[in-house]
């Protein structure tokens, strides 16, 4: 038993093979944090005045709070003086089409797997790309501008929709709904926005992938999706980052409106550097999102696939304001080595009839530690509301953990809230079946896993899915079962 | 085929295996029947590679080359395969999946490409129309929710996708009714050959009614106590294994 432990905890050493640096001219702001360093940011990104006035709303009232201590995660005290706020490539002018986009950063997308212009002409994705604080190329605007949909960097929305931007912005994460957020609301450069308007359905799914580059920067996207009545809009997001040994703060804020009969899906493989095997450097990755299905009938579902992050503190929600609306929440987590996750979900009913769903998978490995936190709230208007949460754990080797925290509040007597909670090991004797039929131990787990997390890949874009598959077998590589 | 020599094994400090000898020649079928208790499981978990077992002398062999020097996965892919007593289970990972995975695995090890997608279809229709199941039972999480009998001749599909040279069956016809046994001893018979060889492990004589052993060895305390033809199983099942006992 023990000669499988060792050999388990060899099969996860497996090097982060995203962590490469781009050699890039940036135009990068000095450390530190103040009013000044807003304005200026403000005033890079050409920002009309509310916007300022709504930022430094959000700085003002962020000096006023202190970081959240209730996860379940140890989180080394971070300098907020120490981080740069801005970063850009240098670029002269706005870009064209993709021929003029610096080749580096190009390539840069290709060794993460996303050739730009592939994309643009193969696979029929549109994709936003956030390279650090700018967005670098926005494909396929064309086509969904003929149908009315809006896709473009957040900092071009605020200049060419600012109607809208104010409408929505901070409507479902408000500037002042925890630490994170606000300091994300005060220094944010950049993120996607989506507009889809009444009665469209959006042509191809969405997608953007964020990227860390420059060393000491924090990355702070803003995302906003509203979907107009009747609309579908299927977003994907995918991250990964540099391996560098210092920690990298990633704060971001998700915001998704669902108006009446809309419907968003909203899918995320999260994969930034975890940090070494000893637990040093990796991204901290506390992250704001939240749908509010406002609308009747609406339907919001959340499907995340976290293999990475030194610290990931992480719960999508979805406020259910609208009669018979539907939030889903479907997860899995990875840890491995010294990698903490806090993450689940909030569901809050608050129209009458409203359903939702939890469906979350947590696996940890090495001495990792992964914890479900999840709240149920059934408010006294959400009549017949419905929940059904199953929460399952699985370990992989002896010096790991799993900590489940549901919390559940019902003011509504004729609610029906179902938990269901399971943890188990993959066992010897599975691992030893898997052999005796060829399977490498390594392998073996992967296979394992991949089972295990079956009913969240189900919910995955196809594409999605193959890449969620490849990366839990790289993120277990090395791992034992004990 | 294989050939063990004096092997003895131990769990912890505890002498399991108390020095068996014994040689399979290809194409042969051969039966070690014994008690609850006595060694069986063992024997065929030793061979076949799992962890937890200290093997304290004698030898293991499949066709000239250690088995001791082999990880558990390079013997399946030689050909030795097992058909496990207890089946695990494992959620979410549908039967053609690993089966499909399982074949690949010894292809790769033969230099072999990828099965086709078709091929493979075809080929996996085939074989679970001659082990009577359900087709539905491809599409299924391995073994969840299975009966003890269906479990049990999943194990026998398995073990004709992967084509093995040297099969071991560690009490397959436990759990199984008549008619599951006649099927699966049908399975088996049709997996007979001269290149193939097969060592039945069994509890009960009935089996070798269907398949019909070239050697019956006795597994008693560790030790082959008795080894003898056919004849020798009808013998146990009458006498019972008290009679082994006392000859000693
Ligand atoms: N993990 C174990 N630890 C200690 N003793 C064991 C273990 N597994 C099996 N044994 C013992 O080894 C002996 C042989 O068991 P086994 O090979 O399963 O017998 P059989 O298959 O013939 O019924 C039994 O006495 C059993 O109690
Ligand atoms: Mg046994």
Not at chain 2, 13 to 20: H, V
Request: glycine share 8%; proline share 4%.
């Amino acid at each position: 038993m023990t000669s499988s432990t060792t050999e388990i905890e060899q099969l996860i050493g497996k090097e982060y093979d995203k962590g490469f640096v781009t050699n890039l001219d940036a135009d990068t702001f000095l450390p530190g944090l103040n009013e000044e360093v807003i304005t200026a940011l403000s005033a890079k990104k050409n920002e009309p005045p509310f916007m300022l006035e709504w930022r430094l709303k959000a700085y003002r009232h962020w000096l006023t709070m202190t970081p959240p201590e209730w996860a379940f995660v140890n989180v080394d005290p971070i300098d907020y003086q120490q981080i740069s706020y801005y970063s850009a490539p240098k670029q002269k002018e706005a870009l064209k089409s993709l021929d003029e986009v610096d080749p580096e950063l190009l390539d840069t997308y290709k060794k993460l797997g996303i050739p730009l212009e592939e994309q643009e002409r193969l696979a029929g994705v549109a994709v936003d790309a956030v390279f650090d604080s700018v967005s670098v190329a926005t494909t396929f605007k064309g086509k969904l501008k003929e149908v009315g949909v809006i896709f473009c960097p957040i900092s071009e929305a605020i200049q060419e929709y600012p109607e809208l931007v104010k409408q929505y912005l901070g409507s479902v994460v408000p500037q002042e709904d925890n630490f994170y957020a606000a300091l994300n609301s005060a220094v944010f450069t950049d993120g996607s926005f989506v507009y889809i308007p009444k009665g469209v359905r959006c042509p191809m799914e969405l997608s953007t992938y964020f990227r860390i580059n420059a060393a000491n920067t924090g990355q702070f996207e803003r995302t906003l999706i509203i979907a107009d009545e009747s609309s579908h809009v299927s977003y994907l997001e995918g991250c990964t980052a540099p391996m560098r040994d210092e920690n990298q703060l990633h704060a971001a804020v998700v915001e998704l409106v669902a108006l009446d009969n809309a419907q968003i899906k909203y899918s995320t493989v999260q994969n930034w550097y975890p940090g070494d095997k000893n637990g040093k450097g990796g991204i901290y990755n506390f992250v704001t999102k939240r749908a509010d299905c406002r609308g009747v009938n609406s339907k919001v579902s959340w499907t995340q696939v976290e293999t990475g992050s030194a610290i990931t503190w992480k719960y999508p929600s979805c406020v259910l304001t609208g009669d018979n609306s539907v939030g889903e929440f479907y997860s899995v987590a990875l840890t491995n080595n010294y990698q903490q996750a806090d993450t689940g979900t909030k569901m809050i009913h608050v129209g009458k009839n409203t359903r939702s769903t939890i469906i979350s998978k947590g696996i940890s490995a090495g001495k990792a530690q992964n914890s479900y936190r999840g709240l149920v709230k059934v408010l006294k208007s959400a009549e017949n509301a419905r929940n059904y949460t199953q929460c399952d754990s699985l370990l992989v080797g002896d010096q790991c953990g799993a900590h489940t925290f549901p919390y559940v509040e019902v003011k509504q007597p004729s609610a029906n809230v179902e938990h269901e909670a399971t943890t188990s090991k993959i066992s010897e004797d599975q691992l030893f079946f898997c052999q005796q039929r060829g399977l490498s131990a390594e392998d073996a787990v992967s296979l394992i896993v991949n089972g295990f997390c079956k009913e969240v890949f189900k919910e995955l874009p196809m594409e999605f899915a193959v890449e969620a598959q490849a990366l839990l077998g790289i993120s277990l590589e090395g791992s034992s079962v004990g | 085929m294989l050939s063990i020599k004096d092997l003895q094994v131990n769990i912890g400090d505890k002498s399991i295996l108390k020095g068996i000898s014994l040689n399979i020649n290809p194409g042969e079928v051969h039966a070690i029947m014994g008690p609850n208790g006595s060694g069986k499981s063992t024997l065929s978990h030793v061979l076949a590679g799992k962890d937890g077992y200290t093997i304290t002398g004698g030898s293991i062999e499949i066709e000239g080359q250690d088995l001791a020097e082999m990880a558990p996965e390079i013997r399946a892919r030689e050909g030795l395969f097992l058909a496990f007593q207890y089946p695990v289970e494992i959620p979410g990972v549908s039967n053609i999946y690993l089966l499909k995975a399982a074949l690949n695995a010894v292809r790769q090890h033969q230099g072999l490409s990828e099965v086709d997608a078709l091929d493979f279809l075809t080929l996996v229709k085939e074989k679970i129309k001659l082990l009577g199941m359900d087709e539905k039972f491809l599409y299924r999480s391995v073994n969840q929710g299975f009966s003890g009998g269906e479990k049990k001749r999943n194990e026998i599909l398995q073990m004709a996708i992967m084509e093995p040279k040297m099969c071991i069956l560690d009490e397959t016809d436990s759990g199984l009714d008549i008619d599951a046994l006649q099927i699966v001893a049908a399975g088996v018979n049709s997996l007979r050959s001269e290149n193939r060889s097969f060592l039945m492990i069994t509890h009960y004589q009935r089996l070798l009614d269907y398949i019909v052993p070239d050697v019956v060895h006795v597994l008693a305390d560790g030790r082959i106590v008795k080894t003898g033809g056919p004849e020798l199983a009808l013998e146990l099942e009458q006498k019972g294994y008290g009679w082994i006992g006392q000859e000693e």
